[in-house]
């Protein structure tokens, strides 16, 4: 008896006793496609590297009960082509294995969860990998991934919640909600997550307190996630703060990916996070967006953005972070306001009520240091003569500006066209940032 053949018969046999036994655990490990799990480790996987897939097929079918003798032939088979790095191939064999086991998983039920776990974690992973060494654009192992995990939401959520095995199987569907999430991110068919969202409201949906707490983590983050590019900033908060907050404190790569989304829409709701946080290295990008705000500094959070547009653009935060430019233009005025109000309550021959009535010209120095840049227009004035053209053009702007953020209700005030004042409220004149309308 050859090397391999004695180790694939110790590894068929523990399969067959996790089989009789209905060992669900046992059973998930085995079909994991991970040589650290496996009788023999990566001794195991080397052998089986250098085995004929004609020699796996022989040591497969004799002790197991079917269809559990397919599945150990197509996962074996599936390792040899993972182990000689050929993952079109080894997503094929993963495939049928998976399907082989959807056949046996509606008969058999809920005792092979742990097991479905396993697959749909290593499906998913290997048809990233296939799709990789193809380097086709249409994500076509992806696309099989999907049809795999829909088929496997409709066989957890059609069972009968009213036996113990349709419970349990229903218990299952908010990690498979989760992994089809992941798949949906990567191939950009978002409007797929609503139908999720949907079913997880439903009356019939198992009670969301019911899912394990890491399930829930994971479910909000995605959730949270979707609703950033939805534009739904409060829910997006709901959604990101619960799953920050129930994160366990170990897992501190979870907090940072949580973070990285939290704090932009924290932003954009007008809380400024606190400094300590932000020096985090991995969160560190951030630091120079919250200095930009808080100063009214919009030249400077323009650069931020662009500096590190490519990683807001693929986590989906661009266009949001974009709108942060309102609240800075609302520190700027801000401060123009205060420095105004000081200087007549400082001179004695001003009225109080002057202290409301602020100059539009005043705005004009600092929207020319802190203001957006704008290159096309500054392209333009160079071709003008006028000066006096500019300055009202840049006045024009300001008044729009104002008028923004007067609608928005960043300023509880009005703009007097025909005095060219800005005129603002005795009481609070800029309201807290967070009490603002968003869009």
């Given amino acids: 008896m050859s090397k391999f053949s004695s180790s694939a018969g110790q590894y068929v046999s523990a399969i067959a006793e996790a089989v009789e036994e209905y060992n669900s655990d046992l059973l ?3 079909l994991k496609l991970d040589a650290d799990v496996l009788p023999g480790g990566w001794d195991f996987v080397e052998l089986i590297k250098n085995s004929s897939k004609a020699e796996i097929s022989r040591s497969c079918n004799f002790q197991v009960r079917q269809p559990f003798g397919e599945i150990t032939e197509l996962h074996l088979q599936a390792l040899h082509d993972v182990a000689n790095k050929n993952h079109v191939s080894a997503m094929s064999l ?3 294995k998976f399907d082989k086991f959807l056949e ?3 008969v058999e039920g809920s005792w092979l969860t742990p097991t479905m776990f396993t697959l749909i974690l290593d499906t998913r992973t290997l048809a990233m990998l296939a799709d990789a060494e193809e380097n086709k654009d249409d994500h076509e192992h992806l ?3 999907k049809r795999l995990f829909d088929s496997c939401f409709r066989f957890t959520i059609m069972g009968r919640a009213t036996t113990e095995d349709g419970a349990k199987k229903r218990a299952a569907a908010l990690f498979i909600i989760i992994n089809q999430f992941k798949v949906y991110f990567k ?6 997550c609503k139908n999720l969202i949907r079913s997880v409201g439903q009356p019939n949906f198992p009670k969301f307190e019911s899912f394990p707490m890491a399930h829930k983590v994971a479910y909000r983050f995605y959730v949270g996630r979707i609703k950033v590019l939805e534009d739904d900033m409060i829910e997006a908060e709901k959604n990101l703060t619960y799953a920050l907050e129930h994160c366990h404190r170990s897992h501190t790569e979870n907090i940072r990916r949580i973070l990285e989304y939290l704090i932009p829409v924290k932003l954009i709701l007008g809380y400024l996070p606190d400094k300590a946080l932000l020096r985090r290295p991995e969160l560190s990008h951030l630091e120079g967006l919250v200095t930009a705000v808080k100063q009214g500094n919009v030249r400077e959070l323009s650069k931020e953005l662009e500096k590190n547009q490519r990683l807001y ?3 989906g935060l661009y266009l949001s972070l974009d709108r942060l430019k309102i609240l800075g233009y609302r520190n700027l005025f ?5 420095i105004h109000q000081k200087d007549v309550r400082e001179d004695s021959t001003q009225k109080a009520t002057n202290a409301q009535r602020v100059p539009i ?3 004009l120095n600092p929207f020319k240091r802190f203001g957006e840049h704008d290159f096309i227009r500054e392209q333009m004035q160079e071709k003008q003569t006028s000066s006096e053209d500019t300055e009202q053009e840049d006045l024009e702007q300001i008044k729009c500006i104002l008028a923004n953020l007067i609608f928005k209700g960043y300023i509880k005030g009005y703009i007097s066209h025909q005095k060219n004042f800005l005129v603002v409220s005795a009481n609070q004149p800029f309201p807290s940032m967070n009490s603002c309308k968003l869009f």
């Fill in 28 to 30: 998930a490990n085995l």
């Fill in 94 to 96: 993963q495939k049928n």
């Fill in 104 to 106: 046996v998983y509606k």
């Fill in 143 to 145: 696309v099989e991934a």
């Fill in 187 to 192: 191939l950009g068919t978002l409007q797929l």
């Fill in 313 to 315: 653009i693929s986590k």
């Fill in 334 to 338: 801000r401060s123009v306001v205060m």
């Fill in 361 to 363: 010209n005043m705005f």
